[in-house]
């Protein structure tokens, strides 16, 4: 997976992996806090005299393992628990720790009490002493022990570490999370990455374009081109154009189908991206809504009424009569009364895209997906390029595969695909107050075209 898969993959599971880690942090919180505490009483004993020869200093850091040995050997044990009255299966944790360098021998106590623990290290402290004098009183300098500090009651208990137990659990969700969800990701049937989606589609990549990040489009800037035109997704989108208007070895490029993988998967908007792109460059360019599955591009621009359905039943009507259009914008012919059930006529597709190329230079049309539509194949075949844009970690491997299918058995021109990182999701407009004008004023139509009587060339435009 590319690396920016890993982040598509993050932004996608984010609440998911933040769930993971909070609940595995509350729970390692609550048990840990379910413990009783445990804490420590630390006796330390000098062996050996406080100064001496090198010598005797140097047996006295020998004997001080000696003495760790006896400080809490089973028999010092069951003396200390007699002497607190505690039953003799009362676990005890003790540990001696010497330093054959400093000769300070630390003797530890752990118990649930901080009192009884610090009683605990004081008499194996104090039993060890007795077994040193136990001679007779003859001790050699050597082999001397005193209480340098004895135990004292630490309130503060050294288990359990609630809250690096939290943390500790937190990170273990968190981690366990991440690998559930990459394999997940790996197991799936979802395009995730660039080499995902060449190795299935068999066709090049034109490019990759993150169009809904930090852009949520509006009627009045319905594409990246026009709210962030310098921004790395406004300049992919208008690389990806020139590459579809100059594919053709043999002049520029006619008419193109841009189709998606899925509902609302951000193919209208780079249909709509890239025609207007070449309409900033100059070029004269209509977008036809030819989607039957859902008014998505119409909805960019806010194009109702007549439109593609009239222009294929009637083909003897301008496409003008029912186009919307403006200044240095690309042109739009609205989806009309269009539905799956309508059937496009082969014939008649490419006759209107031959009417529509007598007066625009370049012919954008946005399907619906191949799966959920048999109209997209009959545009595929009418057209001079096909352009298949997939949305990454939502795209389908099963649906690219069958898209790919299809138009191969339609014999059309699949020009290659376009990797969305991230489908827009248009902000909802204000309802016009007054008039439906208003809420057109992205597009206007000449008013001589509006107002013809002709019911075929009756056209509710919105913008």
Known sequence: MELGGY???????????????????????????????????????????????????????????????????????????????????????????????????????????????????????????????????????????DVVEPAAPNPVPIAPQVSLIAIVAAATGLLAAIVLVLLVEYFGNTINSRAELASTAAVPILGSASLGRRFRPSRRQPTIVDAQPESKAATAVRFIATEIAYAKSDGPTSSALVVGMAKRDGAADLAL???????????????????????????????????????????????????????????????????????????????????????????????????????????????????????????????????MENLTGVSAAVLGTVMLDHAPRPKREAKAASSPRRASEPYAVAASRAATTDPRRTNQRGG
């Open 273 to 403: 991206g890239v025609a207007t792109a070449l309409a900033r460059a100059g070029r004269k360019v209509v977008v036809v809504d030819a989607n039957d599955d859902s008014d998505e591009l119409s909805s960019l621009v806010g194009a109702e009424g007549a439109g593609l359905s009239e222009l294929l039943a009637h083909p003897d009507m301008d496409p003008m009569d029912v186009a919307l259009s403006r200044p240095r914008w690309p042109t739009v012919v609205a989806r009309g009364a269009l539905t799956p059930s309508t059937l496009v006529d082969p014939d008649a597709a490419r006759a209107l895209i031959d009417k529509l190329n007598e007066q625009f230079e370049i012919v954008v049309i946005a399907a619906a997906p191949i799966h959920l539509s048999g109209n997209a194949l009959v545009w595929a075949k009418a057209v001079s390029v096909v352009v298949l844009a997939v949305e990454r970690d939502r795209a389908k491997r099963d649906d690219l595969a069958y898209a």
């Open 7 to 145: 982040f598509s993959v993050a932004r996608r599971w984010w609440t998911t992996l933040l769930i993971a880690t909070a609940v595995a942090g509350l729970a390692g919180y609550a048990i840990a806090s379910s413990v009783p505490p445990t804490y420590e009483g630390t006796a330390r004993l000098l062996v050996g005299p406080v100064v001496g020869d090198v010598d005797v200093m140097r047996a006295a850091g020998a004997i001080s393992y000696t003495y760790a040995e006896f400080a809490v050997s089973e028999p010092a044990l069951d003396d200390v628990r007699q002497q607190l009255g505690l039953p003799e299966d009362t676990p005890i944790v003790a540990r001696a720790i010497p330093n054959e360098t400093t000769r300070v021998l630390q003797i530890r106590a752990e118990y649930g009490n901080p009192e009884v623990a610090a009683s605990i290290a004081n008499l194996l402290a104090e039993n060890l002493i007795a077994i040193s004098e136990s001679s007779g009183g003859v001790v050699l300098p050597e082999g001397l022990l």
